[in-house]
């Protein structure tokens, strides 16, 4: 197929971090709604400093993967591994058992997330929606709570915004500060679930600048997007699911440039006949 997004002259190579066993390892996993499968056998692995973008229609499963991932969901089989331990559950007896919650959050302590919503808490600012968890939860101290939240503000650009209520802040700058938050807790991956679908168009943009100098720092990602040329430009993989399970994988390049299965095709092809987005020079790196 002819280049839908313009790519840059050569997919960058993987990193020697990112060739090390897998940060997450997903396995044979399923999960189902009643009668509903919703993952059907998904396999995935993620390692330290990659970024996966993970694409594909509505309803496909692409946000219930990343829930699994994060312990905001039970998986029904299959197995989910943070650094190497099993999340969710625990051998007993020889038999696979549902893992305690204190055991749950051991596991997935290191694992940030940022939503579609902001779910800033609306009766503190910036500061405080940033360093309450580190209060709560790091049992840091006030000054070192503080400290930290102002340097994550910082992080995203905000730092101007710390005493400011959600209520004053655009979309973007509460996603932001949802971002420091998350960062604040100082995760090894962090799991981004269509961070900008929320947002008026034009205030993608400044939200995609964070995510693209996070991933530039090293940080290991996972996301979740409707973005084609974030994914083109910043991933190091792209997964594309369908029907709850993975199409095909594979770098940028390959997705978008030289796709040859046919679902993904179509898919691609519908998208950006919808969005009259097409491969024009520095389209792809918008906004």
Known sequence: MNAIVDMPSSSPAPTS????????????LHKRYGEVEVLRGVDLDIR????????????????????????????DE??????????GYTERNGQRVRASHGE????????????????????MTALGNVSEALLRVRRLSRDEARSRALAM???????????????????????????????????HIMLFDEPTSALDPELVGEVLQVMKQLARDGMTMAVVTHEMGFAARVADKVVFIDQGQIAVQGAPREIFHDAGQPRLRQFLQNYFDRNAFWARSGEADAP
């Open 17 to 28: 971090s990112a060739q090390g066993t897998p940060l997450v390892q997903v396995r044979g």
């Open 153 to 187: 503000l910082e992080t995203v650009g905000l730092a101007h915004k710390a005493d400011a209520y959600p209520a004053k802040l655009s979309g973007g700058q509460q996603q932001r500060v949802a971002i420091a938050r998350a960062l604040a807790m100082e995760p």
């Open 48 to 75: 330290k400093s990659e970024v996966v973008c993970i694409i594909g229609p509505s309803g496909s499963g692409k946000s219930t993967l990343l829930r699994c991932i994060a312990a905001l969901e039970t998986y």
């Open 78 to 87: 299959g197995e989910v591994r943070i650094e190497g331990d099993l999340l």
């Open 104 to 123: 749950i959050n051991r596991v997935r302590r290191n694992v940030g997330m940022v939503f579609q919503q902001f779910n800033l808490w609306p009766h």
